[in-house]
Structure formats: C-alpha cells, structure tokens
C-alpha cells in the first residue's frame, strides 16, 4: 500500500473520532439515546477507547484506499466519494439492525443513514485535499 493512502488512511481515522465525537457523542447523543431501544448491559457507560481508535482507523483505511484507486483529489471529489460510500455502508448495517434485532427505529435508521453519508462526505473532503493537495489541475 502507498503511504500517501496510509497516510491519508491516517488523516481519516483521526477526522472521524474527532468529527464522530462532536456529531453522534455530543449534538445527536440525546437523539440515539431517544431512538434506541436498551436493555440492560447492552452499551457501556463509556466506550473502550483502543477499540474505538481502531474502528476509525479501519474506516479511515478503507475510505482511503477506495478514493486512492477511484482518483479522488479533489475535495468535491472527495466528498462525492465519501458520501457515497458512507451511504451504503450505513444503509447496509441499519438495514441489517432493522432486519435482525430490536435495537433502533426506523426513524433512527433514516436519520443515521442521513448523518452517516454527509460524515464520510466531510471526511472524504479531508481525504481528497490531501491526495490533491499541490496538483493545480484539481482547481
């Protein structure tokens, strides 16, 4: 693999727990926690941190390299990208939660789809700067 998509990989995952702590831990916390069912056990007061870097980090890997392959650098292109695939992947795994467990709402569902494809639109923005960063052709 390229260091630049490692590194960008990098920049992603970095993006992501920050941007995912002020989205989904702080302005929509109250919302989730509205729509979701709970049952004893189930989540934990606070979140194990080296699993939640490692999750982003994964992310960050895996929308990097597909905007490596796919040429996205630009921040438009990006962010196109980013949306796109946070679109599918969040509509995949709320279908999946909607299809197999009691956990959240559609309206959670919808409202999680929404939110998860303009995230990885603000992160793939990041991502493409950083492959487009010096290149004036991406203008």
Known sequence: MKSKT????LIAGVISFLLGWLVFGMLLKGYY???MMHYPGLTKANPYIPALIIANLAWGMLLAYIMDISGANSMAK???CG?????FVTLGADAFSIAFMRLIRIRLA??????GAVFGG??????????????????
């Open 6 to 9: 490692l590194i960008g990989g």
């Open 33 to 35: 926690d509205a729509n």
């Open 78 to 80: 990006g962010f196109t």
């Open 110 to 115: 919808l409202v999680d789809i929404a939110v």
């Open 83 to 87: 949306l796109i695939i946070f679109f």
């Open 122 to 139: 603000v992160v793939g923005s990041v991502v493409g700067w950083w492959y487009g960063r010096g290149n004036k052709s991406t203008a």
